[in-house]
T-cell receptor, first 113, second 116 residues
Framework: EAQVTQNPRYLITVTGKKLTVTCSQNMNHEYMSWYRQDPGLGLRQIYYSMNVEVTDKGDVPEGYKVSRKEKRNFPLILESPSPNQTSLYFC????????????FGSGTQLSVL | AQKVTQAQTEISVVEKEDVTLDCVYETRDTTYYLFWYKQPPSGELVFLIRRNSFDEQNEISGRYSWNFQKSTSSFNFTITASQVVDSAVYFCALNLGKAAGNKLTFGGGTRVLVKP
């Protein structure tokens, strides 16, 4: 089954404790991206990657890192989480040939205390 | 820069009523894609429809219909004869394609509450 898998689904952590949210897709997609969702703001893009070893900032990249060492994986790293990063995070992927159709993961609810 | 505005933050209706969700977008590009997503209480994003900028035909899918009007930069969504299962947050989104990093620009969402 074609899917984008994020883990964990829920995460509670404390300020400053490094964490990684994993994202993996099984569709051989070139494009991958991360979004955060906050009430009233919709979803905003954090980072995106157009292919392996190619990443770029989205609209709200501060406080986040990403890497794209393999085509299928695109982890989101918070090296020193802060409470304002409490949010619902979504990973998404799409094909370069149908790049307008994004597939979303199920989301990761992160709480930073 | 692109922008999507969903002016209605929350709409409450009684079952079987129709409900229309407004979406206004801004872009200078001539090629773009418009989307609607549904987010039920479980939290996942459910794709509803994609429209490209060259296709202004309205579309109907069951109880759902979409009205795309380039002249007013609007892409409105109507649920006919609403049901309790339609209760969700609905997002309108705009994608400019590869040139913009395939980024989806979302509106703030409209929460729809359908009461029995």
């Amino acid at each position: 089954e074609a899917q984008v898998t994020q883990n964990p689904r829920y995460l509670i952590t404390v300020t400053g404790k490094k964490l990684t949210v994993t994202c993996s897709q099984n569709m051989n997609h070139e494009y991958m991206s991360w979004y955060r969702q906050d009430p009233g703001l919709g979803l905003r893009q954090i980072y995106y990657s157009m292919n392996v070893e190619v990443t770029d900032k989205g609209d709200v990249p501060e406080g986040y890192k990403v890497s794209r060492k393999e085509k299928r994986n695109f982890p989101l790293i918070l090296e020193s989480p802060s409470p304002n990063q409490t949010s619902l995070y979504f990973c998404a992927s799409s094909s370069r040939w149908r790049n307008e159709k994004l597939f979303f993961g199920s989301g990761t609810q992160l709480s930073v205390l | 820069a692109q922008k999507v505005t969903q002016a209605q933050t929350e709409i409450s209706v009684v079952e079987k009523e129709d409900v229309t969700l407004d979406c206004v977008y801004e872009t200078r590009d001539t090629t773009y894609y418009l989307f609607w997503y549904k987010q039920p209480p479980s939290g996942e994003l459910v794709f509803l429809i994609r429209r490209n900028s060259f296709d202004e035909q309205n579309e109907i899918s069951g109880r759902y219909s979409w009205n795309f009007q380039k002249s007013t930069s609007s892409f409105n969504f109507t649920i006919t004869a609403s049901q309790v299962v339609d209760s969700a947050v609905y997002f309108c989104a705009l994608n400019l394609g590869k040139a913009a990093g395939n980024k989806l620009t979302f509106g703030g969402g409209t929460r729809v509450l359908v009461k029995p």
